[in-house]
């Protein structure tokens, strides 16, 4: 069964860094691109990064610059640090598995999430 | 980049059918056919229910297909019943190599 776990949320002064961790279970994130989603309190969902097999990697605009996506593959977990964190970043975030062929542009799979609230 | 757009809300009846709409340019939706629908429930993982504009996932129920027209995907839920009361979200591949969201859609069934 394919599970994935977010943790590492938690409550962050503005500017200040947090790293969330992702285990998978049920299938080996290098085989799949992996991605981190965000839902904002009382907004719709964004695409935070990607992180396909081969190692690749790619940002939305807003978090260019300050959020790095990696991933351990002895310990098939994903991971985001964020740094120079804002206000705005404040959501829950997802991580969540590509589609398993070449052209499949989906999230299959998710977690259920780990908050991250930015405040002084 | 935007988000593609969607109404705010829908409702209807049990036993009806609803559509809700996602608008996009032609550099997302109009581009690619790579447009998927997610089922949300508040304190859940995202259930993903459409992939590539109109593929059902193995276990999703068949009251529920999608479909495209230009730069405007839909997603239709037939029968309606209570357990389909959620928030829908879209999501497409855009020109850049990255992913846009629609802002979501609350369904209400009355």
């Known amino acids: 069964e394919v599970q994935l776990v977010e943790t590492g949320g938690g409550l962050i002064q503005p500017g200040g860094s947090l790293r969330l961790s992702c285990a998978a279970s049920?299938?080996?994130?290098?085989?799949?691109?992996m991605t981190w989603v965000r839902q904002a309190p009382g907004k719709g969902l964004e695409w935070v990064s990607v992180?396909?097999?081969?190692?690749?990697?790619s940002y939305a605009d807003s978090v260019k610059g300050r959020f790095i996506i990696s991933r351990d593959d002895s310990k098939n977990t994903l991971y985001l640090q964020l740094n120079n964190l804002r206000v705005e970043d404040t959501a829950v975030y997802f991580c969540?598995?590509?589609?398993?062929?070449?052209?499949?542009?989906?999230?299959?799979?998710w977690g259920q999430g780990t908050l991250v609230t930015v405040s002084s | 980049q935007s988000a593609l757009t969607q109404p705010a809300s829908v409702s209807g009846s049990p036993g009806q059918s609803i559509t809700i709409s996602c608008t996009g340019t032609s550099s997302d939706i109009g581009r690619y056919n790579y447009v998927s629908w997610y089922q949300l429930h508040p304190g859940k993982a995202p259930k993903l229910i459409i992939y590539n504009v109109n593929n059902r996932p193995s276990g999703v129920s068949d009251r529920f297909s999608g479909s495209k027209s230009g730069n405007t995907a839909s997603l239709t839920i037939s029968g309606l019943q209570a357990e389909d009361e959620a928030d829908y979200s879209c999501i497409s591949f855009t020109r850049s190599s990255t992913w846009v969201f629609g802002g979501g859609t609350k369904l209400t069934v009355l």
């Open positions: 969540a598995r590509g589609g398993p062929g070449n052209w499949d542009y989906y999230f299959d799979y």
């Open positions: 992180l396909y097999g081969g190692g690749s990697t």
């Open positions: 049920g299938f080996t994130v290098s085989s799949y691109f």
